[in-house]
């Protein structure tokens, strides 16, 4: 069984920055792309970041040039460093692996693995 553990959410002022993890535990083989998600009070769930196990990494428009989202594949762990944070992006910030091969008796399967999600609150 794969999990996803986020951490690293809290009550920050606007213009403050907040570093959340994600690590996954469980019997993997690999991790292709790692996302972040959010989703406020009353909206949909959109894209914050995602990144490839290359490094490869593509961001939400309202979070380009202030968030940073990053990888250690040794840790199976993804990071997403916000920084000049806005009372808009308080939310619940969920990590997701849409691809997780693991290993199974017969060889491999894939498996999409979501976090528990950890909120982030912008106010002053």
């Known amino acids: 069984q794969v999990q996803l553990v986020e951490s690293g959410g809290g009550l920050v002022q606007p213009g403050g920055s907040l570093r959340l993890s994600c690590a996954a535990s469980?019997?993997?083989?690999?991790?292709?792309?790692m996302v972040w998600y959010r989703q406020a009070p009353g909206k949909e769930r959109g894209l914050v970041a995602s990144?490839?196990?290359?490094?490869?990494?593509n961001y939400g428009d309202s979070v380009k040039g202030r968030f940073t989202i990053s990888r250690d594949n040794t840790k199976n762990t993804v990071y997403l460093q916000m920084n000049s944070l806005k009372p808009e992006d308080t939310a619940v910030y969920y990590c997701?692996?849409?691809?997780?091969?693991?290993?199974?008796?017969?060889?491999?399967?894939?498996?999409?693995?979501w976090g528990q999600g950890t909120l982030v609150t912008v106010t002053s």
């Open positions: 990144i490839t196990s290359g490094g490869s990494t």
């Open positions: 469980g019997s993997i083989f690999s991790i292709n792309t």
């Open positions: 997701n692996a849409p691809s997780v091969v693991v290993p199974t008796a017969k060889g491999y399967r894939s498996l999409e693995v």
